[in-house]
């Protein structure tokens, strides 16, 4: 009979990737959560996940061999206090992934405050025409697989890695259990202000995910960046390839259709023709250039790849146009990010107006730590809209500096009630957050569909 595995907190994006991975090397797999809901539990239940809701301490009863404890579990859950008291074997989720698949693959880290995501599937999509057939678990879903992760049998495995804690008994960084021979180190800014205490204590994290890096690996770092930068000056082992600077890899200035030329070390490789938009995701392009070419794929066949990149999930995701109004979904939801999401989408709408609507969900937001820059990171948007309910800092006052283009309300029926009354054809409205945001888009869009906008 095949080993069992029980996960707690099983739906979180990352922990139900370890369960869609652990079912595909021949493990027996049940879970359970706090909150089952779609489109976790619908993912789960198709590959024959057994879910459990809750964390009653009746589920010892399972008996697995081993019990895999995600980062939302915390002393006090009964599940886990009965787990303890009777001595059971348990691991967190990156460390059993790391003893049981990673350590017989090739695996290829992407690190960094902004973009791991999308990073990580524009290399799984360029190893995939590569013929390469790369296993992988990001933290979204790659339009191109339509799932967010895979086993497969051959070497290269594409890993989001995500800088946030391990478990409740291993405060380390997620990452540093996945041992990577390629390593991108995206970009560097203070987040999760739950667990960090300023920029330094991330860059220290960094730098043992540094120390983990074979001589025979590679790191791809952003030349631009300072906190990056300092990161490396405590010490590397391991060869260094730069993007974004003009010493490594190079993108050149977009036309008008948004395609570019790539150099490396001064020499042209190419043109990428594609429709994602950003300078943020012309550097991601770099990083993925530079990752899937010491992977063995040429920079040609690379670029060639990156031409049908059909990019991630509720990243600038049109959902619907009702009225002549465009919503959008957006993952957006620390300040760099608003403002180069914001940006990328007013370079292709031009003149037209753009509302934006923000929720402030993470820990790092309701605390009120970037507040400050908010507003000017909303400046691109023509009207802005803030979910204001059960923030921490008082919204108005910190975005007065918009004047009359801002909006806060603290009610999600009411929110949507007022951007459907200030829409108007040809208007496009991006909704970012890192949540569901109470299903204000599906309400927004019914309104629309169902009232006035083309004034």
């Given at each position: ?75 006090g ?66 339009k ?6 895979r086993?497969t ?10 800088e946030?804690d ?5 405060k ?12 991108v ?6 987040d ?54 003009d010493?490594?890899?190079v ?32 550097s991601?392009?770099?990083a ?11 920079p ?14 509720r ?16 993952f ?26 923000l ?11 970037m507040?400050?820059?908010?507003a ?31 909006r ?8 949507s ?5 200030e ?33």
């Amino acid at each position: 009979m095949a080993h069992h595995v029980h996960i707690l907190g099983i739906c979180g994006t990352f922990m139900g990737g370890v369960a869609a991975i652990a079912k595909s090397a021949g493990y027996r797999v049940t879970g359970c959560d706090a909150n089952v809901y779609p489109p976790m539990s619908e993912q789960l239940a198709g590959l024959g996940i057994d879910l459990i809701e809750g964390f009653d301490a009746g589920q010892v009863a399972l008996a697995p061999d081993i019990w895999v404890v995600g980062n939302i579990v915390t002393r006090g859950n009964p599940l886990m206090e009965a787990i303890l008291d009777r001595g059971e074997r348990y691991t967190s989720g990156p460390q059993w992934l790391a003893d049981h698949v990673l350590n017989d693959k090739w695996v290829i880290a992407i690190a960094g405050t902004h973009g791991k995501t999308t990073v990580s599937a524009m290399i799984a999509w360029i190893l995939e025409r590569a013929g390469l057939a790369p296993s992988f678990l990001i933290g979204g879903v790659p339009k191109d697989f339509n799932c967010s992760a895979r086993l497969t049998a051959t070497q290269p495995f594409v890993i989001e890695a995500d800088e946030y804690d391990t478990a409740f008994f291993d405060k380390r960084s997620k990452f540093v259990h996945y041992h990577p021979r390629t390593v991108v180190l995206n970009n560097l800014e203070f987040d999760h202000a739950d667990i960090f205490a300023d920029l330094a204590d991330i860059e220290r994290q960094f730098h043992h995910l540094v120390r983990t890096v074979p001589r025979s690996g590679l790191i791809i770092a952003n030349g631009q960046d300072s906190a990056l930068q300092r990161v490396l000056g405590m010490g590397y082992w391991t060869p260094v390839e730069i993007f974004g600077a003009d010493s490594g890899w190079v993108a050149g200035e977009p036309d008008l259709d948004g395609s570019f030329e790539v150099a490396w070390r001064g020499a042209s490789l190419g043109r990428i023709s594609w429709t994602q938009l950003g300078g943020h995701n012309r550097s991601n392009a770099l990083a993925a250039l530079a990752a899937a070419r010491h992977a063995g794929v040429s920079p040609e066949a690379a670029i060639a790849a990156l031409g049908s990149f059909g990019g991630v999930r509720r990243r600038m995701e049109l959902l619907g146009v009702a009225h002549g109004v465009s919503v959008y979904d957006d993952f957006a939801h620390h300040p760099t990010a608003i403002r180069t999401t914001l940006e990328g989408l007013r370079r292709r709408v031009g003149r037209a107006r753009i509302i934006a609507v923000l929720e402030p969900r993470s820990n790092t937001m309701k605390r009120g730590v970037m507040k400050d820059a908010l507003a000017a990171s909303l400046a691109r948007a023509d009207r802005v809209f803030v979910y204001d309910a059960q923030l921490g800092w008082n919204a108005p006052q910190t975005l007065a500096a918009l004047g009359d283009r801002v909006r806060c309300i603290d009610d999600i029926d009411r929110l949507s009630h007022a951007i459907a009354a200030e829409a108007r054809e040809g208007d496009h409205v991006l909704i970012m957050s890192n949540g569901g945001f109470g299903g204000l888009h599906g309400k927004l869009l019914h309104r629309l569909a169902h009232g006035p906008a083309p004034r």
